[in-house]
């Protein structure tokens, strides 16, 4: 029997849709809010999966039973917070004809890429060797073969949402009838992980741009030759991308309007970006260093109390899962020393330093100038940060604008304490890695962009300091 | 919810702002031109993908991507047990130019290992223990410390001559002709 489509996709909606008004969230935003509960019924799916798959639970019903008690606890949430106000009306987005159909259009483009990924079969690079063969394993070693299968997994520490979701389409799947696992709608969840970036990014820059921008923003996106080729796989980047979008989005509405709720959006964001892929662990360290450069620049510094801190608890509750879950089944990364020079990252950083920085920057520069993609929004975003510094660093989005080039300038480190053949490392994963802040850099240009018009009509024009 | 009042917008513009903005502006719209144009031109081949994705049947698009034939999946999966080794064999070199891609001397080891990828990935769990070998030395080493009735051999020499590295083996499965060669060995000992 192949999946039912709609069922695979409505559990994550509608777990989406129930964790969001359990945080008084309803549809503020006609378009960013489906990518908002895809990635918060994503995370519940994630978590009962978890759960499911821990009790023991035969294949078919580790789902249910582990989405049904979330689904009880979220109602309970629900009902708690009901009496809370509402957001009203004059603070939803605008959205427009125009430009509502322009986000139907991009949704469909996006939906034909995923359809074309199924001509071939999910058993090729990461998401053959790293995800999906992750996801098989949870189901058919769990529990003893587990820790010992993961020899034949390329990166065994790598988080396991993307496995997760891919699990519980396997769950509903019957086998093939010549092979053990179906090799086609496990992408499912992970391809809607990318539509919804796009509905995350077209809603974030339309909420603070015209729609004629906000659009060929929104294009680049839609454009970019990266992007295509994760619709049409399973590979996580694009879950990077997607969770990073809705931290920066969550967070500068937060700074707009000191509403907490969206903080804890952005919380969630980061949740899932964590839970996706291991780089979201050097994005969060950039953050620290931006975070302090952003509040020594900032105008106002208002005392830092405890509870700003509370929606970072979803984040950490994953770095918690993550870090128990490797130490458990004895899971290294290669990057410390699990690889076949026994070297750890920095020892190998300092060995090939000399030699590989050079190259490494030909190869940013080359990357970020090239026609072929859209990375050259880094290029506009640092430019942004130097012409127009005070509206960069003192304003709202001074955080994630500091933190995204020293993330990227980090991914860059890590490629130099690389254990790889230099060039057969930027070959297979550059374009594709530095990818993932792309959406969060289109969606800081817009804001920035935003903020100098803003300040423009305000009429506050004058010398730079 | 909403516990402090909101930050005021900046209060002043540097003059650089404006062509900042511009050059934005002038950028983005290039870029997006470009990209729109390269894009169109890849649109014939993500239409022929989506009419394969939905009307070829599923083992054909398996063996079109993996090399593997519905009746060599078949076999495998009747006459190769779980807890098998199963070794694909291809004894014509390459292995040091392979992460080089543009050194076509690399290319039999990257053919290799890439139908070494698809195999353990479309065959998982049955059998879990999947390896390669490019030449005979590497396949003794598959071989070592195992018993026999353990090992099963894809071979792709393209000779016709049976399979004899390491010992005797029993011929399992051919691909019939007008497929790749491939044949599937059982190895029964030395």
Known sequence: MIPLPQLVVAGPLGLGVLLFRGLGLRCVDAVAYWAWIWIAGCLAFGAAMQVGIELGAPRVTAWVVGSAGLLYLISLVFRRRKREPRLRSPEASPVGSWFGAFVWLGAVWCLWFAIAGADRPCIEGDEGNIWSLKAKSLLCDWPDLFASAQVYNLHPDYPQLNPLLQAWTYCLSSELLFLPFPQFANRCLVQGCDVALFLAVAGALRHRLPALPAAVLSSLLLLEPEFHGLLRTAYADGMVALGLVVAVDGYLRYRERNDRRYAWLAGLGLAFALWSKNETMLYLAAALPAAVIARLFARERQPLAPRAFLPLLPALAVIANHTVWNWRFGMKSDLLGANPTGKSMFTLMAEQWTERVPAMAAEAVRVAASLQHAHVVFVLLVLGMFLVPRLALRGPAALPLLALPIGWIGIHVVYVGSFLPLRFHLDTSYARVTFQLVPAAIVLLGALASDVVAARRAGHTGPSP | ?190
């Open chain 2, 1 to 190: 919810m909403t516990d402090e009042t909101p930050e005021p917008r900046s209060a002043r513009v540097p003059l650089l702002a404006v062509p900042w903005l511009v050059g934005t502006g002038a950028v983005i719209a290039v870029w997006v031109a470009v990209l729109a144009v390269r894009t169109a031109g890849g649109l014939g081949e993500t239409w022929a993908a989506a009419a394969r994705a939905t009307n070829d049947p599923e083992h054909a698009r398996i063996e079109r991507a993996s090399g593997l034939s519905l009746e060599l999946i078949l076999s495998l999966q009747i006459e190769v047990p779980e807890d098998a080794r199963l070794v694909l064999y291809s004894p014509y070199g390459g292995k040091e130019f392979e992460l080089d891609a543009a050194d076509p001397r690399g290319e039999p080891a990257r053919q290799v290992r890439g139908l070494f990828e698809r195999a353990k990935n479309l065959l998982y769990p049955h059998p879990r223990d999947v390896h390669f070998a490019r030449d005979p030395d590497e396949l003794l080493g598959k071989l070592a410390g195992r018993a026999p009735g353990t090992v099963f051999v894809l071979d792709g020499t393209l000779a016709p001559d049976p399979l004899a590295v390491g010992g005797r083996y029993t011929l399992l499965f051919e691909n019939p002709p007008g497929k790749p060669r491939l044949r599937l060995w059982g190895w029964r000992g030395r």
